[in-house]
């Protein structure tokens, strides 16, 4: 990263496609510098080069830096070396958008998923982003400038159609996911000290996750992240809570 500049920083995970690439458009285009992480390098900076090509169109030159970082977030050993390099190769982050994630097996049902199925899952949609929270985070916070969103799941919630059977990796991953963020942002003021801390439902969404005959599109299940990374946030606002359409919607 360029000592020179002056921009925020935005580091998205997921950040090659779907809801993370287009968390990452929106951001290029307000003005941050992105630091993008997903595990397809190839596919990685075909989407970073399409970030590019939209800043220069839009502006006439290319004015954000955009940075990628080839991870396997499964790999516990490989995220902490992920960490190390974006602190070491990055000024402290703004933004910090967690939009990686994977779905179970579609039988796997408490009584049916082995213990393979279940350690994919939790590696990734719940590991990983403990140490991507414990790794960056610490600065932002310390800066009282950032902010924290991470894509859950409303099958995460205790409420509504949640925890209520079927996909359990899955669910109880994003169940996971939702009492991280509500932790952190009590252990951390709850905004009070500048740094916010939210979880966002996306809804089913055309992506490779949720395939292209759900019923939204993925700008639409990036809007509210987007909102969160760039909202106005004055005293009792509130922070530490899952969001879906920019509303709040209970665990």
Request: include cysteine; charge should be negative.
């Amino acid at each position: 990263m360029s000592s020179e500049s002056t921009r925020p920083i935005a580091i998205i995970t997921g950040g090659s496609r779907g809801l993370g690439l287009e968390v990452a458009k929106a951001l290029s285009l307000q003005g941050f510098d992105l630091a993008l992480i997903a595990k397809d390098a190839q596919r990685l900076e075909a989407a970073a080069q399409q970030l590019r090509d939209a800043d220069t169109h839009q502006n006439g030159s290319a004015t954000s830096h955009i940075s990628t970082y080839a991870c396997d977030l499964e790999q516990p050993h490989l995220v902490r070396e992920l960490i190390d390099s974006l602190n070491q190769s990055l000024s402290t982050p703004t933004v910090l958008v967690l939009a990686h994630g994977v779905m179970s097996e579609k039988m796997s049902k408490t009584l049916k998923t082995n213990d393979a199925e279940w350690r994919r899952v939790m590696a990734i949609n719940l590991d990983s982003v403990f140490q991507l929270v414990n790794g960056i985070a610490p600065a932002m916070a310390d800066a009282r400038n950032g902010r924290v969103i991470i894509f859950s799941a409303c099958l995460g919630r205790m409420s509504g159609p949640g925890n209520a059977g079927g996909l359990a990796p899955y669910r109880i991953s994003k169940a996971g996911v939702n009492a991280l963020v509500r932790n952190l942002a009590h252990e951390t003021g709850l905004g009070a000290r500048g740094f916010l801390v939210d979880a966002t439902c996306p809804n089913h969404s055309r992506t490779d996750m949720g395939g292209p005959d759900a019923p939204r599109s993925a700008e639409e299940g990036a809007a509210t992240a987007i909102w969160l990374a760039t909202r106005e946030f004055n005293a009792g606002d509130t922070t530490g809570v899952l969001w879906e359409d920019q509303q709040i919607v209970p665990w």
